[in-house]
């Protein structure tokens, strides 16, 4: 922690606050300028509030020096997590993994109708919504549990995993039973109660940036979900709010490899919400799997015309397509990995070899599984078998 | 709703809009432009997804005219909403009401101390959070149920009511026998759940807007609560979150005749967490009344120096006493209710005389009444004594 | 200037630091904590690029501690700047001065007619642009010269001073003929070449925020024109780019008070950009003086009907006149001045005894000046005579 | 343009918008529906100002449906422009094109070292600023015209094409001497008489979007340009203003798939600005490349420490080498440019033939020429050789 105290601060206000940070425990260090005294505190506490210092007669500003968040950084597993579904489908390890479908589900025709298009397209995962977030109380709140179940249906006939968005922490045993993944949503990111009820399950947690969340503070929403000793968290940019109106949200892609530097955690995109235009989900799409994005969560609209609905499943399966032959946006991992060796961690040896430093043939390697995007080794998390219930799932094979 | 189509959408594109338009409901109108077609859809229903129509082939923009909210829209009520808490404290009414008090509940001592600083400097509610939204997980969460003993406790023996933050669903009922005004934090303006769970209580709630929400989405969450039954809603500024970083956020002052000429419900402004710096606060808060608010939030520090706080009281003081000598940005009511009467409701006959047009000595009442900012008759919300619990204010006559 | 180290930098990393540093003429202090390295460099030099640290191996981070702006920090005056214009009108004074106009000069009936009702409803000064930085290349530009003499010929029939934007160095001395203070608009605030050219003229200069603009870049702008001799420079809140669409702009009143602490130059506000909307400019008016506005900037709009300008008028006058009698927001000084006394100088002695300490009155003093908003004297500029061209204001004592 | 009536608006209200609307030459359509009366207004003029309309009793909104920018349109030139700077280098054809350089000249040496670099690594234009836009007046303001004169002493040497910024109308002419493409920063993008200066020149212009721009504003301000009739606009993404402080700016990739679909000059992007970090570059370089960007502006710090500049050109050159093997985000044309077929020209009969359906092998040609990124044709402008000046470029065809 640094302190900088207000020019003209009296010599007995700048003793007040040494003497307070003594009390709290911290090492103290002096810097005497021509127009201000600097202060640097050593060995800062986890629940020590610096604002309380700010308050303090002299003090201009306190600056934090350490990261808030502990268990999400990645000091605390260099590697990176990996999340394995099951049946070849892992999370944070070198594909990039697509989940697709509509914004809710509306009948068992429909689910399994896309289902069915999105399974064959490549996806490994159907996003539905059975508890939808509406900005109005008069819009369709989803079909709540008769929802879910028919997604579970359609998604075992087809194969597929399940992520869904759960609103309330009462809601959370129930659909354990139907889901393999918990969305939680960007209005819901600052919602303690659910963060932590999270916590207390082992099934994946996919958590969603605020609009207005700073990177920092998705971390420290996730930290909460860790704390509580549920590791599989997955981080996702969905856009944030700016001036810029045409497209719904600006799409902050900067923040996939901001965030895979500072966490260990798993960084997905979300293209379809992130710009709210059905043209620029593809460019996007790409461009997310370009800066290192682990995953890909698409809307495949539930268009009231068919063809369009046609027209959005050739996409998607061309997006899943091209993520084999190495085209789209797929990343040479020495590239995007370099600074991360760099400056994040030069005190780790000779630290993780580039996956095709090991020896030969990078492009064909490069070719055949395409978004291989990570060169370092990840320590695997084996999850149970889907739905089983709220901490049980030692042995989820999905 | 405008529908515009493309520039070059085909005339089927076009009638296969109109005739999805039509089965829906609507009457059209279409204006054939040089570049553009225009559909002028009547009639809108309330739970109709305009976005549907936005996937249409040939479809550029859909604009939807009129305003997603109901019951929270002035429309509703013109005359305006005022929340009675009893002891002659009105909210919505003539007089600013101030409601101060610490961060968090800390003891016993910190609360009688602060209730009695603050009763006597003029506040009329003290505001203190039993739980808090906290960033990081690591930080202090709030006393829980015990806090808010301590703080009615408190608010009774100095004779003030109560506002406390309320997180989730889960502890509506039990805060109801401590508090008087639930308030929901900016994180969970869109904690649809919670916001529901209000709306079956008839205590007041104290709505914070998000921190990037917009005017529409403050009021479509108050709507939740509204269309619940509880139509004692507060709504207040505090804030959003902006480039700049001087200030924590940008206090939004505009928002405040905004919504007081979109809704009937109170608004009130949070000038502590609004600007996020304590010498900010009073400059802040007489904008915030010049500009119309009904009521102010300060945040009285619990300051670690004692000298400290003792400064803030008086400030408190010096802010409540300026209410009533017409010193603290009191307006003269026709100034600012004027634009309500000419653009909002030009069509109600000869709404409310501007109250010093009744007659003679418009600066004697101004001064004496300080802070009478509204002109408009409100019909009166009468609500239970406090500490009343949850849905006994039977005598509330809205 | 502070330097934090990242986690893990080795002790050569710190060492180039600190050397580097030491060649630069920084003292250097190191406090080493349990994972960083913090280093303090006393000592900064102006024209220093603290950003060539932050490209050095191993650095985390670099923060700044001095402001950037020397000349326009309050420090450099702590008594603030007060521009004289002639015939009592002082800008920074106790007094709010109020500048209305339309958005373009368009023909001389029209600037007679609005100069003329201006002048009556109290207005002292006229602002009309003649030089237009419309969006659109294809919009009016302005009538250039001629409108420039068509608003000195009716701001001269109504005894009022006249504001106008200037564009480009190359208007600079043209203008200097018919205006008598230029206006940098919004877009312009970072055109050096245009504010170096205004550092060469004695005329005051009203400067614009720009869109996106933080604070301490408005106030490094002013720096340009002050390092270039030109002191008498005006700053004008008029609005952010913000996600909030409802209004144009959002108008960050927080900058009044921020900026006048800060800074020794006067502050005004602009509610009609500020909002963009007609019928929110005088409640923001209103909160802008609250706030402690130096001046208001009001767009008497150039409307195609003519009740609606009546009308314009009208409240032009009520905003004038509330000034008069203390309901307008006045605010006793002591109140907004006190945190200036205490946050930030404190240690100029007992500085600046607040005004109505002198003595005795304050009320009655509150409600003849109704704007007095400042305790602090403040040395006074004398400019020449309106209409007096570039460089020739000699009598200005700064 | 739509004009929405205010609930209740009289018929006399409604009427008189109509009247004139007519007078403007507009038809007029007349939606009545429950609460609203809308106005359909065919016939929009160029220089026709719509808020003129907000003004009129009664309306609530008015709407402008046509785009208000012309020349810079995809419908002006739908296959796209092409600007042949010559000796193969295209801007805007298959080819990403990367310009790289130090934020500033500072001397003979620095920049031929440079040059040297950036011309092995792949480059084919230097970016080096003579004239600097600094926030501070006291920071370095660059070497001015001696900079310039070195900086393509060294071009010519490593055979590169120039880019550096203007600044003032008054430096074009001489600033046509060296460079071969005028920048315009971000700072500048709405300095009209700037614009319009370049407007009259045959120099190509790659401007940048302000800070808080939206599109459709950047897209103005190159019509600015084109109206004065020089067509070689080349557009930047360069990060906007955000509450995120991670990154220096948020780099706002979907304007370059907008833009893209909005116009048909060629949009670049400029990660290094975007991100303010260093090893951010990377990432979102790629990300930009796969989003469709079709050049790349690059900043190779002029490095204190010569380790970190090395490191910078290695980067540099894998960026330019990977292009060319397909690694590098590029992108199967049809995919990125399906939407553009779809949703805004499908009216143009069997337009534009992808390139590679032309023939064969379209993934060889996709692996072995990396970046080619759009189907179109284009036209190709053909322009002076380096160096030559102002206006003489005849060989345009545009």
Redesign the interface.
């Known amino acids: 922690m640094?302190i900088?105290m207000?020019?003209?601060?009296?010599d007995a206000q700048i003793q007040?606050v040494i003497d307070?940070l003594v009390v709290h425990g911290f090492?103290v260090?002096?810097?005497?300028?021509?127009?201000?005294t600097?202060l640097?505190a050593?060995?800062?506490h986890?629940?020590f509030?610096h604002r309380?210092?700010e308050?303090?007669?002299?003090v201009r500003e306190v600056?934090r020096?350490?990261q808030?968040?502990k268990l999400a950084s990645r000091?605390f597993k260099p590697e990176g997590t990996i999340i394995d579904l099951g049946r070849g489908v892992k999370i944070g390890g070198p594909e990039v993994v697509v989940a697709a479908g509509p914004c809710a589900v509306e009948s068992r025709e429909q689910i399994h109708a896309i289902a069915e298009s999105i399974s064959k397209a490549g996806a490994k995962i159907m996003r539905a919504g059975a508890f939808k977030?509406?900005?109005?109380?008069?819009?369709?709140q989803g079909l709540g549990e008769p929802g879910l179940k028919l997604m579970r249906e359609a998604a075992d006939k087809f194969g597929l995993f399940t992520v869904s968005e759960v609103?309330?922490?009462?809601q959370v045993e129930m659909m354990g039973q139907y889901i393999d993944i918990y969305q939680v949503g960007a209005?819901?990111m600052?919602?303690?109660?659910l963060l932590r009820a999270l916590g207390e399950v082992r099934k994946p947690v996919l958590l969603k940036r605020?609009?207005?969340a700073?990177?920092?503070?998705l971390l420290?929403s996730a930290?909460?979900i860790l704390?509580g000793g549920n590791y599989n968290v997955i981080l996702c940019e969905r856009g944030?709010?700016?001036?810029?109106?045409?497209?719904r949200n600006?799409?902050?892609?900067?923040?996939?490899?901001?965030i895979q530097?500072l966490s260990h955690l798993p960084m997905w995109a979300d293209p379809s919400h992130?710009?709210g235009?059905?043209?620029?989900v593809?460019?996007?799409a790409?461009?997310?799997?370009?800066?290192?994005a682990d995953g890909l969560l698409i809307e495949v609209?539930n268009?009231?015309?068919h063809?369009?609905f046609e027209?959005a499943v050739q996409?998607l399966k061309?997006?899943c397509d091209?993520s084999h032959?190495?085209?789209?946006?797929?990343?040479?991992s020495a590239?995007?990995s370099?600074?991360?060796t760099?400056?994040?961690?030069?005190?780790v040896g000779t630290p993780h070899p580039p996956r095709h430093d090991s020896g030969h043939r990078p492009?064909r390697r490069?070719l055949r599984a395409g978004l291989e995007k990570k060169s370092h080794r990840r320590s695997f998390v084996r999850l149970g078998s889907p739905g089983s219930g709220k901490g049980k799932s030692s042995a989820r094979s999905v």
Request: charged fraction near 25%; proline fraction near 8%.
């Open positions: 640094v900088v207000q020019e003209g601060a009296t007040n307070k090492d260090h002096r810097s005497t300028g021509a127009s201000h600097v640097g050593v060995g800062v986890r629940d509030d309380d210092f308050l303090l007669d002299g600056m020096i350490t808030p968040f000091q977030p509406r900005t109005s109380p008069y819009a369709f609103m309330d922490p009462s209005r819901n600052q919602n303690y109660h605020g609009m207005s700073t990177m920092e503070e420290l930290e909460y704390a944030i709010r700016t001036f810029e109106t045409y497209t600006t799409f902050d892609l900067a923040a996939i490899p901001v530097k992130g710009t235009r059905r043209d620029k593809p460019p996007m790409r461009a997310a799997v370009a800066a290192g609209h268009d009231p015309d063809a369009l027209r996409r061309r997006l091209e032959v190495g085209t789209c946006g797929g990343t040479t590239f995007n370099e600074p991360l760099v400056d994040f961690l030069p005190h492009h490069l």
